[in-house]
C-alpha cells in the first residue's frame, strides 16, 4: 500500500522544503510514499477554495480505493508509539492507499469530511501549515523507525 502526505496550500519557505525533502527521503526507505502540496485555486473566497480542494481530492481518490486521514484539530491524538501501531494498522488494510491530507488555511468542505476514514490530531495548539507537514513527515519517520525496532526513538 502506497502512503500519501497531501497538503493543500502553497509550496513550503526553503527551510521547510529542505526539513520535508529529508523526511520523505527517509520514509521511502521504509515504504512507498509520496508527499506533494497541491493549490487547486488561488481564490480568496473561501467556498471557492473548499469547493476546488474537494474536486481535487475526489479526482484523486474516485478510482483507487482510498483510506483517508484528515489532520484535524478534532482528531484523535496519539503518542508517537501509538501512531506507529495504528500506522501499521491503517497499512494492513485492504485499500491500495492510504493518504493524510493537510487542509488549507480555510480548512475542510464537509464533503471531505464526509469521504474521510479517520480523523488526527497532531497537537492541541494551532500549529503553521508549514511547520503541520514538517511534524507529520517527522512522525511518519519516527513510525517507521519505531515499527522495524530501530534506535531513533527512544522507548
Known amino acids: 500500500m502506497k502512503v500519501h502526505l497531501w497538503a493543500m ?4 519557505d526553503p527551510w521547510v522544503a529542505q526539513g520535508e525533502a529529508l523526511f520523505k527521503k527517509r520514509i521511502e526507505r521504509y515504504m512507498p510514499f509520496d ?21 481535487w481530492l475526489t479526482q484523486q481518490t474516485s478510482s483507487t480505493p482510498t483510506f483517508l486521514v484528515l489532520l484535524d484539530e478534532k482528531g484523535k491524538q496519539f503518542t508517537s508509539v501509538q501512531l506507529a501501531s495504528q500506522l501499521e494498522k491503517w497499512r494492513q488494510g485492504s485499500h491500495k492507499q492510504l493518504v493524510f491530507l493537510i487542509g488549507s488555511s480555510f480548512g475542510f468542505d464537509d464533503s471531505v469530511y464526509k469521504q474521510a476514514d479517520a480523523l488526527l490530531g497532531l497537537s492541541l495548539m494551532t500549529l503553521p501549515h508549514q511547520l503541520a507537514r514538517l511534524v507529520m513527515l517527522e512522525q511518519l519517520y ?3 523507525t519505531i515499527l522495524k525496532g530501530e534506535s531513533y526513538h527512544h522507548i
Open 9 to 12: 496550500g502553497a509550496e513550503s
Open 35 to 55: 508527499f506533494k502540496c497541491i493549490q487547486p485555486s488561488k481564490s480568496k473566497i473561501t467556498e471557492q477554495v473548499l469547493s476546488a480542494e474537494a474536486k
Open 142 to 144: 519516527r513510525a517507521c
